[in-house]
Structures are given as C-alpha cells and as structure tokens.
C-alpha cells in the first residue's frame, strides 16, 4: 500500500516537476492539477516534461483564486483521478508545487502504513479558535461571498457589512457542524471516497461554494462525518503570519528544516536551490538524520509575528513610529528623574550612584549643555551633548538615550531651570520614576550672592514653572510613578524617603543605606523665604519654614551623619 | 485626508513627471542597452558625477546582489566615469551637461526614466556611494526580498542613509579603485537619530548622526535628511519628490507602522567619507549646485578645515546587517 499525492500548481513549473519526480521515484502515483491562468503553452511543455514518469497524471484544470471554491474543486477532480486510476493508494497527501519533502518518501508510506485508518487533518470548530485574520470566522458559514477578496474588495466589504446589517444568515446543510483547519491534509482512501461518493455530495458543494476560503473548511468539515480516527493536526509544516499568508522558507533556513518532525514542508521560495538539493535527494545520499527540535522552528516565526505586530518598546526607527499612545512603552527601560535632591544635598550624584549602582547623570535638560555622567560630551549611540540637538527633539533625545543604554539603569537630575519641553513626555511615561522635593530649587538662589531683586524675581519663575510640572505629575492621564514631597516635608525625615527610593531602583539586593548624602547648610533659610514674602513673592511650593526654627537656639550638635538606628 | 489636499497632491504629481517629460531633452545617449531589460529584472537607477573611483567596486556589488541592469544619468563627469560606463555590457549611460540644481538634485532626469523604462520593475535608486543592506543579505539575495514584498502587496521598501566614516583622519587612508570602502569607512553613529513625521507627505523625516552631531551641532534643523525609500516597485504614475526621501501617491512613503509593530527595513551604508571627501567638498561648493545654497557643504568646509575628525569614543564598527537590526537602525519586520 502506498500514498497518493496530489499537487495544486499554479507557479514554479519547474520546482513542482522536480519534487513530482521525487515522489514518483519513490514509488507514489502524482496527479498534479494545473491553474488554468498557466497558460497553454507553457501547460504544455509542463505536461512533455513529465512525459516520461509513469505514474504521474494531470487533472481536470479550473481557476483558482485565493478564497474561493475553485481549489476545492481542483482537489476534487484530482483525488477522483487518483482513487480511479491508483489502486494501490491507501492514504491521499495533498501537496502544492512549493511544498518540499523534508524526510525520505519511505519513512511517510512506513509511517502511514502503522496507521492505515488515520486521518490526518487538522480540524477545529470555529468556535474553538482564534486563527483567523480579518475578524470573519463563523460568519464564514453563514454569509455569502460572491466577490472576490483580492480584485473587488470594496464590493466585499460592502456586502459583508450589509448582510450583517439585515443580519442574514443561512443554515448549514443537514445541520453539519463547521470545522476548520491547514489546507494541507492526508485522508485515507476510505473518508476521502465516502466525501466524494456521498449522495448529498451535491448539496455540500452548493452550499460550500459560497463558503469563504472553503478550501480551509470543505475537507475539515465533512472528513468529520465519515473518519474514523481523525488526527486533527497537519503533516506538512506551514507557518502563517500576521496577516494569514505562509512564511516562505529560503536556503538559510536549511539546518531549521532538518530539525523539523514534519514530512512535508511549505512553502519553499522557488531559488532556493540548497533547499532543493538537499531534501530532493534518495535515501542513501540523505544527510545524516539530527534530532528533531520543531520547537525552534515556532519560536523563530512566531517572533517574527511577534516583532510585526508590538515590536520593540520603546524603539523608534525609520519603520517603526508609533501614533501617541501605540509606543507599547514610550521608552524601552525604566529610569528615574529627581527633582531637587541635587540642590538640598551637596553630594547627590556620587552618593546616588553608590547607594545604587546606576548611571546618574546631572540635569541631562540643563539649559547650556547635557549634563552627562562623568561630564562626558558624547555617551552610548554616539549621542552628544548639544543642548541645541536635545531641544530640536527632546522626546527623541530622551528615548534614544533609554534605548542606547538597554541594560543600565539611568537617573537624572530635572529642575524648573531646565528645558520643560520634555515635561509632558515624562509624566506620560510608565517607565519613568519621578521624585520631586518641590522648593529645592530656592536653596541654591539663597547660597548665592546676588541681587535681591534678581533673586526675586527668578524665584517667582521657578516656583510657576515647577507649580506646573507638579500639576502635570498629578493629572489623571499621568502615567508616571510620581512622589512628591514638600522640601520642609521631605527634610524632616529624608532618610526614610531616601532609602524608599533607592531600594526601588538599586540594581543590586536592596539593604539599608548605611551612608548619607550631605545636607546644604539652611541655617537662614528660613529668613530668606520670609524675605521673599516680605517683597510680596510668595514661595508656597517648600512647605512651612518657620523663621525661627532654624535659628541657632538649639545647640548644635557635633556634625554626625545621619544613622538610622535599629 | 480632505479631498482638496488629495487633489492637490495629485496634481503636485502630475506637474512632477510632465516636468520629468520636458527635462528628457536635457540627456542626450551615450549607449542604451535598455533592450536587455527582461520582464522581471531588478534595475538600478543612479546619478553621478566625477565618481570613477568608486564604480568598479560600486558594479560588483549591485551584481551580487541580483541587479539585472543599471540606468545612469552622467552628470557631465570629467575623470572618465562616462567611459567606463559606456564599456560596461549591463549598464546605459545617458549623458548631460545641464544644471544638476535646476533638475532638482537629479530627480526630474530619473523619474523620466524610471517612467519610460522600470515600469512594472522593481527599481532601485541610490547614489554611488551608497550599498544597500536589507535583512538577511548576506543569505538571500534581492531578489527573494522583492518577492517577499511582491507576496506581501507591499510596494515600497524603507532603507535608510547611514553615514559610516573612518576612525582618524578622512584623509588618513587612500582609496583604490575596486576596494570595499567599508574596509576604511567601517564605522557609524548606532543612536543619535531624531525622527518626526512629514505631515504632508506622510514620511518620516530622519535628521542625525555623524553629520548633525559634528557639522550641525548648533543647527540641527539645517542637518540632512536621512530618511530613504530606494527600493520601489515602480509604475510610470510614481514620482520621486525630494531625492529618494519621500515619493508620491503618498502611499508609497508609509514604509512605518503606526500602531507600534516594526515593518521590514534597509539601510544604505553611506560611504561618502573617504579620503576623496574634503577635495570634493570644495569642489561641489564652488559648483553650488547642492541643496539649500549648499548649506551642508559650506558647513563642511568650514570644518573639516579644523578636524577632520568624525569618530568619538562610542562609535560603533559596522560588523553586518544582524548588529544594525540589533541596535535598532534597521528590521526584519515579519520576514522571516
């Protein structure tokens, strides 16, 4: 007893001619089907070219377009003339002109002769399974399809969405149950000749017909009336992709298909001659067996569906721009952003960096330059430190910098004296951790020695443009984890909340800080926010200074650095 | 889109390729060998000047990769590029010695012949300094990528500039004739590209890298466009707009996917920095016949008179087209 195989042909002549020699050398009958858009001639000189193989038969030629029942009926005549003229064949493999046998034909007819009453289709209720693309998959039964998909796609969509509207529906003949699955199957002589011999045969293919990509049902449903033992999974490997057409196969996926546990894979790109050479070969000259690892093959494809359809996060490139609110991660790593911590401790950077292992960089938005880590002028990716190229496109600067240093976590200092235009993104952003000491900002203002009314006046510029980026960090479209402390909140404990923000970021095991940042001396600090007040400006953002509670009354103790007792 | 702005970008189009048609008379035929041209055969499109050296490698490369046929337009060349054209068995040449500004930067020269002759054909158009890599190039060649586009219905394929340039000096190293100038200029920015979107064209507009960071440090908004799309399966009702960066219908510039997946993409490896980069420079800026007053060569005038120096300390050594889809300047979308 041997397999039959049927081809469907349509492009590759001379592909499909190598591999119906293949299968004929090893003793299976062929009957290959021709599309009738190949034209005469070149049919012709097909047909001549196979006229020296015996067991090879050419069938009944009809159109076949992609969805429609045409390649129904193209495996039809051809199973007919394969159940007529072969006797001997007890399993039908259906096959197309791209399709290529990975294992020798001898270990298929083996295969199939320990399991003579298997039928090998895979075959699902539509019910079960979300497979198909373009949302039509019981209304596959139910509506009809007289237009085509490919050449007059407006009439299609316009007559789905109408006979959704009248909700029109038609019934499924003598209550059949819709099954789908791969157009590639193997059915024994018997199921198969019981769907072709059925009386009702003729009520089947009307209604079939108009049954959108009935070469994915017609088989699957019907072999479910007659089989005996249905093994609902294909013999022939063939991967889809996103949009439901099958990945091709090329040379360089060589050592993929010797791994692969399938019989017969498709589709294999026309030219890819190693591919051909090597499989295409008899028993003898076979390359030596590998163990087969199938599951390489689905992890590949179904990554690249994968990258198609979410790519990177976080990545933005010449194929890949997200609208707003598609990014899947407007950056690619979380970061954090400090807001005042460098103004109230004297030694913020080098202290951060040790408590937690980051990359901490100054105010990366500082007006005059980038302010990078080490005070370096150009860091990962080659991205310089131009304050002129960072504000033509902050929100680029920002995520190529997140891009470039994949793997490290990075801090930075923000501030009202830097360049806002990024605000927005941050506070957008889930990734991004954002402590604010709000008022920090007048600390340095009070160290330095200018004009009091300068002072005045840049003081009330500060204190609006932070007021803001609070305002947006307290939206309720904010994404980013957001923690906000008043400066005279903040000092009465900062070890708690320092050590609250490292253990969430610290790249090794979190333990407690054994050291801490050194405060600036804000003895008088106090005098200067009431001196502000006093000139009519009101610095509302640090929280309630009392003046005198900074003033030296207390005794001072000898400076110790903060311990934190057990 | 509002109907008037689709109108009024067809009739940008239709003014583009009857401006195509009436600058035919500017080329006149050194030899024409577009006879050769079978049906499904890739074709190379290119305009040049003065660039002899770099052809021999140039041809061996494109050959490799499955281009069938070469249609170039000599600007006038000196150094005997128009010669070696002529003798090759798979190129056309036409030849002029018109305004390469007033046929806006070429365009209008190619777009007449992509439409007399790439019709129905995958075209590709890059300068001579530029090689095309898309993934699995070294695997596969182009012409299993433009069937993967064909089964795909996809008919326009992104490959962007990136500019690679030497570690030292630009004119540290001489080039010879036939050598792969990767082997010189073998190193790149990997990610300091800014992006926004064209509105009215609908491309992506690419700004950075070398150029931007050294040449336009302090003007970025005058750096060059990066953005390409140089493969296209060509109809004679397409139009190049601007250089290779955007096309019309505007359809054809949505190589990027909006929703957050990656498309397919390409890179052209720009190998404009060799050792015969700073005499041309000076060349093309007495000429003026570069973009925008030739803003970006008096800019690289200016400098490379100080330090012709492009490599800082994070470049990145080109190894193959695997790295770039790594480092994210490149995909392989959904091919697999």
Same mark, same amino acid.
């Given at each position: 007893?041997?397999?039959?195989?049927?081809?469907?042909?349509?492009?590759?002549?001379?592909?499909?001619?190598?591999?119906?020699?293949?299968?004929?050398?090893?003793?299976?009958?062929?009957?290959?089907?021709?599309?009738?858009?190949?034209?005469?001639?070149?049919?012709?000189?097909?047909?001549?070219?196979?006229?020296?193989?015996?067991?090879?038969?050419?069938?009944?030629?009809? +159109?076949?377009?992609?969805?429609?029942?045409?390649?129904?009926?193209?495996?039809?005549?051809?199973?007919?003339?394969?159940? +007529?003229?072969?006797?001997?064949?007890?399993?039908?493999?259906?096959?197309?002109?791209?399709?290529?046998?990975?294992?020798?034909?001898?270990?298929?007819?083996?295969?199939?002769?320990?399991?003579?009453?298997?039928?090998?289709?895979?075959?699902?209720?539509?019910?079960?399974?979300?497979?198909?693309?373009?949302?039509?998959?019981?209304?596959?039964?139910?509506?009809?399809?007289?237009?085509?998909?490919?050449?007059?796609?407006?009439?299609?969509?316009?007559?789905?969405?109408?006979?959704?509207?009248?909700?029109?529906?038609?019934?499924?003949?003598?209550?059949?149950?819709?099954?789908?699955?791969?157009?590639?199957?193997?059915?024994?002589?018997?199921?198969?000749?019981?769907?072709?011999?059925?009386?009702?045969?003729?009520?089947?293919?009307?209604?079939?017909?108009?049954?959108?990509?009935?070469?994915?049902?017609?088989?699957?449903?019907?072999?479910?009336?007659?089989?005996?033992?249905?093994?609902?999974?294909?013999?022939?490997? @063939?991967?889809?992709?996103?949009?439901?057409?099958?990945?091709?196969?090329?040379?360089?996926?060589?050592?993929?298909?010797?791994?692969?546990?399938?019989?017969?894979?498709?589709?294999?790109?026309?030219?890819?001659?190693?591919?051909?050479?090597?499989?295409?070969?008899?028993?003898?000259?076979?390359?030596?067996?590998?163990?087969?690892?199938?599951?390489?093959?689905?992890?590949?494809?179904?990554?690249?569906?994968?990258?198609?359809?979410?790519? +990177?996060?976080?990545?933005?490139?010449?194929?890949?721009?997200?609208?707003?609110?598609?990014?899947?991660?407007?950056?690619?790593?979380?970061?954090?952003?400090?807001?005042?911590?460098?103004?109230?401790?004297?030694?913020?950077?080098?202290?951060?960096?040790?408590?937690?292992?980051?990359?901490?960089?100054?105010?990366?938005?500082?007006?005059? +330059?980038?302010?990078?880590?080490?005070?370096?002028?150009?860091?990962?990716?080659?991205?310089?430190?131009?304050?002129?190229?960072?504000?033509?496109?902050?929100?680029?600067?920002?995520?190529?910098?997140?891009?470039?240093?994949?793997?490290?976590?990075?801090?930075?200092?923000?501030?009202?004296?830097?360049?806002?235009?990024?605000?927005?993104?941050?506070?957008?952003?889930?990734?991004?951790?954002?402590?604010?000491?709000?008022? #920090?900002?007048?600390?340095?203002?009070?160290?330095?020695?200018?004009?009091?009314?300068?002072?005045?006046?840049?003081?009330?510029?500060?204190?609006?443009?932070?007021?803001?980026?609070?305002?947006?960090?307290?939206?309720?479209?904010?994404?980013?984890? @957001?923690?906000?402390?008043?400066? #005279?909140?903040?000092?009465?404990?900062?070890?708690?909340?320092?050590?609250?923000?490292?253990?969430?970021?610290?790249?090794?095991?979190?333990?407690?800080?054994?050291?801490?940042?050194?405060?600036?001396?804000?003895?008088?600090?106090?005098?200067?926010?009431?001196?502000?007040?006093?000139?009519?400006?009101?610095?509302?953002?640090?929280?309630?200074?009392?003046?005198?509670?900074?003033?030296?009354?207390?005794?001072?103790?000898?400076?110790?650095?903060?311990?934190?007792?057990? | 889109?509002?109907?008037?702005?689709?109108?009024?970008?067809?009739?940008?189009?239709?003014?583009?390729?009857?401006?195509?048609?009436?600058?035919?008379?500017?080329?006149?035929?050194?030899?024409?060998?577009?006879?050769?041209?079978?049906?499904?055969?890739?074709?190379?499109?290119? /305009?040049?000047?003065?660039?002899?050296?770099?052809?021999?490698?140039?041809?061996?490369?494109?050959?490799?990769?499955?281009?069938?046929? $070469?249609?170039?337009?000599?600007?006038?060349?000196?150094?005997?590029?128009?010669?070696?054209?002529?003798?090759?068995?798979?190129?056309?040449?036409?030849?002029?010695?018109?305004?390469?500004?007033?046929?806006?930067?070429?365009?209008?020269?190619?777009?007449?012949?992509?439409?007399?002759?790439?019709?129905?054909?995958?075209?590709?158009?890059?300068?001579?300094?530029?090689?095309?890599?898309?993934?699995?190039?070294?695997?596969?060649?182009?012409?299993?990528? /433009?069937?993967?586009?064909?089964?795909?219905?996809?008919?326009?394929?992104?490959?962007?500039?990136?500019?690679?340039?030497?570690?030292?000096?630009?004119?540290?190293?001489?080039?010879?004739?036939?050598?792969?100038?990767?082997?010189?200029?073998?190193?790149?920015?990997?990610?300091?590209?800014?992006?926004?979107?064209?509105?009215?064209?609908?491309?992506?507009?690419?700004?950075?890298?070398?150029?931007?960071?050294? $040449?336009?440090?302090?003007?970025?908004?005058?750096?060059?466009?990066?953005?390409?799309?140089?493969?296209?399966?060509?109809?004679?009702?397409?139009?190049?707009?601007?250089?290779?960066?955007?096309?019309?219908?505007?359809?054809?510039?949505?190589?990027?996917?909006?929703?957050?997946?990656?498309?397919?993409?390409?890179?052209?490896?720009?190998?404009?920095?060799?050792? /015969?980069? =700073?005499?041309?420079?000076?060349?093309?800026?007495?000429?003026?016949?570069?973009?925008?007053?030739?803003?970006?060569?008096?800019?690289?005038?200016?400098?490379?008179?100080?330090? =012709?120096?492009?490599?800082?300390?994070?470049?990145?050594?080109?190894?193959?087209?695997?790295?770039?889809?790594?480092?994210?300047?490149?995909?392989?979308?959904?091919?697999?």
């Amino acid at each position: 007893m041997t397999v039959g195989i049927v081809m469907l042909v349509h492009t590759a002549l001379n592909r499909a001619e190598q591999v119906a020699r293949h299968w004929a050398a090893a003793g299976c009958p062929v009957v290959i089907h021709v599309d009738v858009n190949v034209g005469r001639k070149t049919y012709n000189d097909f047909r001549q070219s196979l006229h020296d193989v015996d067991r090879v038969r050419f069938s009944k030629r009809h +159109r076949c377009e992609w969805g429609t029942w045409g390649i129904v009926a193209a495996t039809q005549s051809a199973a007919e003339l394969m159940l +007529r003229d072969f006797d001997d064949v007890r399993h039908v493999y259906l096959a197309s002109g791209s399709c290529l046998p990975l294992r020798p034909v001898e270990e298929l007819i083996a295969y199939l002769n320990d399991r003579p009453r298997t039928d090998f289709i895979e075959s699902a209720t539509t019910a079960d399974v979300p497979w198909t693309v373009g949302g039509l998959d019981s209304e596959r039964f139910t509506m009809r399809f007289p237009f085509s998909w490919k050449r007059h796609r407006y009439l299609f969509d316009r007559y789905v969405s109408f006979q959704r509207r009248i909700k029109y529906k038609r019934k499924m003949p003598n209550g059949i149950v819709p099954h789908m699955g791969s157009q590639w199957w193997c059915l024994t002589r018997h199921t198969l000749s019981a769907i072709l011999e059925d009386p009702d045969r003729g009520k089947y293919d009307r209604f079939f017909r108009r049954v959108w990509i009935p070469d994915e049902s017609y088989f699957q449903t019907l072999a479910r009336l007659y089989s005996h033992h249905v093994e609902s999974r294909s013999l022939t490997l @063939s991967k889809f992709d996103f949009q439901g057409k099958p990945h091709i196969f090329y040379d360089d996926h060589l050592q993929l298909l010797r791994r692969s546990d399938c019989f017969v894979a498709r589709k294999i790109w026309p030219q890819a001659t190693r591919l051909y050479r090597a499989f295409l070969t008899d028993e003898a000259s076979a390359m030596k067996r590998t163990e087969p690892n199938p599951g390489k093959i689905d992890r590949i494809f179904s990554r690249a569906v994968e990258r198609r359809t979410r790519g +990177r996060p976080g990545l933005y490139m010449q194929s890949r721009f997200p609208n707003w609110g598609w990014e899947n991660g407007m950056t690619c790593a979380p970061y954090s952003v400090f807001q005042g911590f460098a103004e109230l401790f004297e030694d913020f950077e080098p202290w951060l960096t040790r408590a937690t292992g980051t990359r901490v960089h100054g105010h990366l938005f500082a007006p005059g +330059r980038v302010e990078y880590a080490g005070g370096q002028d150009v860091i990962n990716g080659a991205l310089p430190d131009s304050a002129a190229i960072r504000d033509y496109n902050p929100r680029s600067f920002l995520t190529n910098l997140i891009w470039n240093t994949r793997g490290e976590r990075q801090c930075f200092q923000f501030g009202p004296a830097d360049a806002q235009k990024i605000g927005t993104d941050l506070a957008q952003d889930p990734n991004a951790s954002i402590a604010v000491i709000t008022g #920090a900002w007048a600390v340095p203002l009070f160290n330095t020695n200018r004009n009091f009314g300068e002072l005045r006046a840049e003081a009330a510029r500060l204190q609006k443009i932070e007021s803001k980026f609070v305002e947006r960090l307290r939206a309720p479209s904010a994404k980013a984890r @957001s923690r906000i402390w008043s400066m #005279a909140e903040f000092i009465e404990a900062p070890m708690e909340s320092l050590q609250n923000l490292t253990d969430g970021i610290a790249t090794r095991a979190p333990r407690r800080l054994t050291e801490a940042p050194k405060m600036v001396d804000l003895t008088g600090f106090g005098h200067f926010l009431q001196n502000l007040k006093n000139q009519g400006m009101h610095p509302y953002l640090m929280g309630d200074f009392p003046v005198t509670a900074d003033t030296p009354e207390r005794p001072r103790r000898q400076p110790k650095p903060y311990l934190v007792q057990k | 889109m509002s109907v008037a702005k689709k109108y009024r970008l067809r009739l940008q189009r239709r003014r583009w390729l009857i401006r195509a048609v009436r600058r035919r008379r500017d080329l006149s035929v050194v030899a024409n060998r577009t006879s050769q041209i079978r049906k499904r055969d890739i074709l190379l499109f290119s /305009t040049l000047r003065n660039e002899h050296i770099r052809l021999p490698y140039f041809f061996e490369y494109y050959r490799e990769l499955g281009v069938s046929h $070469f249609l170039i337009v000599d600007n006038d060349s000196t150094d005997g590029s128009r010669e070696y054209l002529a003798e090759q068995p798979d190129v056309s040449v036409w030849h002029t010695a018109k305004s390469y500004k007033r046929a806006r930067y070429g365009v209008d020269w190619l777009n007449w012949l992509q439409m007399r002759h790439a019709h129905g054909h995958w075209t590709l158009v890059v300068d001579p300094d530029e090689f095309f890599v898309y993934p699995f190039c070294d695997t596969r060649p182009l012409r299993a990528l /433009t069937d993967w586009l064909d089964a795909s219905s996809i008919k326009s394929f992104a490959a962007m500039l990136l500019d690679m340039y030497p570690k030292g000096r630009l004119d540290a190293e001489p080039y010879h004739p036939g050598q792969n100038p990767l082997e010189i200029t073998s190193w790149f920015d990997a990610g300091n590209y800014m992006i926004t979107k064209n509105p009215e064209f609908g491309n992506l507009w690419i700004q950075g890298g070398p150029r931007a960071r050294v $040449f336009f440090r302090d003007t970025p908004q005058k750096a060059p466009a990066l953005n390409k799309i140089p493969l296209v399966k060509w109809d004679r009702r397409y139009t190049y707009v601007s250089s290779t960066h955007n096309l019309l219908p505007r359809g054809l510039n949505q190589v990027y996917d909006e929703w957050g997946g990656e498309k397919a993409s390409g890179v052209l490896l720009h190998t404009k920095f060799l050792n /015969t980069f =700073p005499e041309k420079a000076v060349e093309e800026l007495d000429r003026g016949q570069h973009y925008a007053a030739s803003v970006e060569y008096r800019a690289y005038a200016k400098q490379l008179r100080d330090s =012709p120096e492009l490599w800082c300390k994070w470049s990145e050594k080109y190894i193959n087209w695997r790295q770039l889809e790594i480092l994210g300047l490149m995909s392989k979308g959904n091919w697999a």
